[in-house]
C-alpha cells in the first residue's frame, strides 16, 4: 500500500478469526477516501482489494467545490457600525460529491441572514446557507462575517446621519 499514490494513513492488522485486515485513507484531487477489508486470507490479497476499491472511488466519482470559506457570498448593511456593510463568507467549504459519467450536479444556494447590529465579530454566526440541489435543500451551512464590525460611536452615527441627509437634498 506504501507504493499506492495520495495514501496518507493506514492500519493493517491479521488475527486468526478476523484474517487479513487493512484500512487505509487516501487523499487525491482534494477528494478523500477511506477503504476498509478484513477476512482476507492472505496480506496480497488484502492490499489488492483496498488498491481496487480507490481505484474505483477515485475513477467513478469526483468533488466539486461549489463555495470555499473565502468565498463572498453576499454584502449586508449593518445597524450602528463602524462599517456600513460587511461581506457574508461560508465557515467552511462546500464540496458536493457526484458520478462522473453523470457530469456535475445543478447546484445553487441561498444565503439566509437576517439584520445585523453592531458590534458582530468574525466567526460569530450570523444566519446560514441552504445548499440546494433540484429544488430540495440537501445541507445548510453556517455563515459568519469576513471581518470585525465595532460599534460606531454616538458622533460616528450623528455624522452619517448629516451626511445621509445632504445626499438626499
Known sequence: MRFYPGVDG??????SEAGFCLTATAKKEGMRLIAIVFGE???SIRNN?????????????ALER???????????EVIKGKKRHVKIVPKEDVNILYQKSAGKKNIT???????????IKKGNVVG?????????VIRKIDVTVSEDVKRANILELYIRYLGDIIKGL
Request: proline share 4%; net charge negative; charged share 25%.
Open 109 to 119: 444556494y441561498k444565503v439566509n441572514v437576517g439584520k445585523l447590529r453592531a458590534p
Open 41 to 43: 486470507p492472505e496480506s
Open 66 to 76: 461549489v463555495l470555499s470559506y473565502e468565498s463572498n457570498i453576499d454584502t449586508v
Open 128 to 136: 446560514d446557507i441552504s445548499i440546494i440541489e433540484n429544488d430540495n
Open 10 to 15: 493506514l492500519k493493517t492488522g491479521h488475527t
Open 49 to 61: 482489494e483496498v488498491s481496487a476499491m480507490l481505484d474505483y472511488g477515485f475513477n467513478v466519482y
